[in-house]
């Protein structure tokens, strides 16, 4: 980044205007997508090609769309875990929120509200949900894994029980909300388009205000945080809110694609979120994140998932072979980082 | 014949000399106190004869025979056993199992529990510990614990134990409780090794004194029975020391601008401040301009001063009105965007972030805790304001973006001090500073504080360096027992008198 980083070590140098650069238009791109999120794209590309040399079906665009399509949920969670896990935090409830929030604004739906407001009110749900985790982590002073593995049940459960354990159907959908959202623009699914917005957004919290230094300073190290005076309660009950805020935003885009409830969605997504967070970049050791790897990191996983249907694995062995190719993916990753780290200490930096 | 004896022990770190020519006299059935200033080589010493730490030169006797150990846990099988300054217990085991630690008694592939139980409970009633074997070691009480840990050594039957600073919170009853144990120990025939700064122990434990001053024995196994405390005062010190106080640090750099111009009285004021078991009737001003020291023996009070001044303690009665004439408010947070600044030897624990660069640790109370920036917080205002402050303080690295932990500790603690100085602080807390960085990037250290104090800002530093609380204060109040038992400033500031005071509750007459 800095020109003077790859220099033998100077003394004394000034460190004027000089050691800033890496700023600017061109610098922002560069640092988005660039450095932590290379390689899992790398890895994205890499294994559409090889799936499509195999298989040239998988490299139809409408195929690629699908992909992506069925990426976004987990890739929007995914975005949310990565500023948790910054800050040595974790939800395990991101899942239930994601199906609660979905099943009730499709029920508010059908009796009648407006989408518009039921999609409103399902997202402050999700920042609701998230409040409460970060209260229950507060008052009974338990770790945030073991309070949202209860309220994942809970959560869960509430679906389940307000829904009757049935699909909510007969939903308006021929209202603006369905046509919009779960439609596309220039060809490109609108739900995809919002992810990009989301990636933008949050890349921008995480990167240029006092919330996302003070996530990505409180897991570096809580203590030294707390004692520069940052509030690790605060930022935790922030963190967990927005982060059931983009669960409830998941879990309208979901609606809007889907056009009816199923109280069992998002089964399992807290894991492939986490997972997707893990391969996109961002360590479980906390104090760094990135956004965009996460959200690059549930594409890396819905290819495999879409993938795997084009090889004649039995239905049965798809489990262990998803299971599988993340192992890969997260070990290369994980072995060619320490090696970058290993080069980039030997340096002195 | 003598239990342990260590001769003509060198030991030098990469050109610093820690021992130069140490040596050792303990006779089984005593109590041997080790005594000596911080840095004066004590703790290397009991490193070499514990196996921790192999001596350049220098012999090492058991009752006679020569010994040099590879490790400590060799130093073990030869009897010698340590009782550390930290407790090294497991909170979450019983009793019985943190007295065995990796030496269980088996049978077959099982720990004989049964068999363990024979050895420890006669040790545990010979110590008067009533406790169950099988109670969870957390649930016991501090005295409890060391206790614990002195029955953990007696288990290997060690024929040499060391307690390395034992009593770290000094209540009435701990001496009693050590007066017990060491009786045992003395009727076991062991040769008791007892490092301690504080001589009101010493003096009611000990039975013969060695002390080290630069790395040499000065007093070597002399006898309790001929000594004072001004005398052993006075050979930690040495001759040396007499003239020190004219060295005064100054201030090396410009900092004006840097602290904020104080509203109000601008004087930091602790006023009859009682906080249960801790201090009763303290009374401290610090004007700004001023380097204030607060001194004391471990558990005297003394950081809790500090610590009601930062906000993390409330004072029981009595109040603590910070510069601007408000009382100090409730919670380390509201005392920081009140301009107070703190900053500890502990800095890679509790003052910055290791692994991150430069110019994010120096922005993190200003722009990222107090968010004084806005909304935004722009990397290339942090790296600027960075810049700033590092060619200020004169931080030496080869660039902002170097992650903090890779810079040396007296670089890193001026990465504390940049990060606060942005805050443009009115009161500076300093809690030992220089633990632990070397001589020069100390006297370096010195001139920032001194800096700091010039540019109009209230500095309030406990420490436990005595040179650096007799040259760098313009006052030191000592903390005995909770009280402030002596105000030193002027001719009277000088380590013998703190130290003295320290210990006695007394300045002693010039």
Known sequence: MTSSTTDAPRQDVDPGPGATTGSGPLGVVKRAFGMESTSVLVATVALILVIGAIHPDFLDPR????????????AVLAAGVAFLLAMREIDLSVGATFGLT??????????????????????????????????????????????????????????????????????????????????????????????VV????????????????????????PDAAAFSGISIARVRIQALMLMGGLAGLAGMLGLAYFGSGDPNIGSGFELLAIAAAVIGGTALRGGSATVVGAMLGAVLLSVVTSGLVYFDIPVNWSSFATGAVILIAVGIDSLLRRRREARAAAAGL | ?????????????????????????????????????????????????????????????????????????????????????????????????????????????????????????????????????????????????????????????????????????LDSST?????????????????????????????????????????????????????????????????RHADLTEVRPRATVDLSGAVAAPRGSGVLRVEGVSVDDRLSDVSVTAAPGEVVGLAGVAGAGHQTVLELAAGLRRPTAGTVFLPDGSPAPKGLRAAIGRGVALVTGDRRRL?????????????????????????????????????????RVNLRTSSLEKSAGLLSGGNQQKVVLMKWLQTQPSVLL?????????????????G?????????????????????????????????????????????????????????GTVPAA
């Open chain 1, 63 to 74: 195929q690629l769309r699908d992909v992506l399509q069925q990426s976004v949920y987990v």
């Open chain 1, 102 to 195: 979905l099943i009730c604004s499709a029920m508010l739906m059908r009796d009648g509200w407006s989408p518009w407001v039921a999609v409103i009110a399902g997202i402050l749900l999700g920042a609701l949900l998230g409040l409460a985790n970060a209260l229950i982590v507060q008052v009974f002073r338990i770790p945030a894994i073991v309070a949202t593995l209860a309220t994942l049940s809970m959560f869960r459960g509430l679906s389940l029980a307000l829904s009757e354990g049935q699909q909510v159907v007969g939903l308006p959908l021929d209202h603006a909300f369905f046509e919009f959202f779960g439609g596309r623009l220039f060809g490109i699914p609108v739900s995809v388009l919002v992810l």
């Open chain 1, 198 to 221: 989301v990636g933008i957004v949050l890349t921008f919290v995480l990167r240029t205000t006092p919330f996302g230094y003070r996530v990505r300073s409180i897991g570096s190290n």
């Open chain 2, 1 to 169: 014949m003598l239990a342990l004896e260590a001769q003509h022990v060198r030991k030098t770190y990469g050109g610093v000399t820690a021992l130069a020519d140490a040596g050792l006299r303990v006779r089984p059935g005593t109590v041997h106190a080790l005594l000596g200033e911080n840095g004066a080589g004590k703790s290397t010493l009991v490193k070499i004869i514990t196996g921790a730490v192999r001596p350049d030169a220098g012999v090492l006797r058991l009752e006679g025979s020569d010994v040099s150990f590879s490790d400590t846990a060799d130093a073990a099988r030869h009897g010698v056993a340590v009782v550390s300054q930290e407790l090294s217990l497991f909170p979450d085991l019983d009793v019985l199992s943190n007295m065995f630690p990796m030496r269980e008694p088996k049978r077959g592939p099982f720990v004989n529990r049964r068999r363990m139980a024979e050895l420890a409970r006669p040790i545990l009633d010979q110590l008067g510990l009533r406790v169950s074997l099988r109670d969870r070691v957390g649930e016991l009480s501090l005295a409890q614990r060391q206790l614990l840990e002195v029955a953990k050594a007696l288990v290997t039957d060690p024929r040499v134990l060391i307690l390395d600073e034992p009593t770290s919170a």
């Open chain 2, 175 to 239: 001496a009693e409780v050590l007066l017990d144990i060491l009786r045992v120990l003395r009727d076991r025939q062991v040769a008791v090794v007892f490092v301690s700064h504080i001589l009101e122990e010493v003096m009611a434990l000990c039975d013969e004194v060695t002390v080290l001053r630069d790395g040499r024995t000065v007093v070597d196994a002399a006898p309790l029975a001929g000594l004072t405390i001004p005398k052993i005062v006075e050979s930690m010190l040495g001759e």
């Open chain 2, 351 to 391: 003052g910055l972030m290791l692994d991150k660069p430069i110019w994010d640790n120096a922005g993190q109370v200003r722009s990222v805790a107090l968010a004084r920036d806005g909304l935004l917080v722009r990397k290339r205002a942090l790296r600027e304001r960075a810049g700033e402050h590092a060619s």
């Open chain 2, 430 to 446: 300093l809690d030992d500073p220089t633990r632990g960085v070397d001589i020069g990037a100390k006297a370096e250290m010195h």
């Open chain 2, 448 to 504: 920032l504080v001194r800096s700091v104090a010039d540019a109009g800002a209230v500095v309030l530093m406990c420490s436990t360096d005595l040179d650096e609380l007799a040259t760098l204060c313009d006052r030191v109040y000592v903390l005995h027992h909770g009280r402030v038992c002596a105000e030193l400033s002027g001719e009277t500031l000088r380590q013998h008198e703190i130290l003295a005071a320290m210990n006695t």
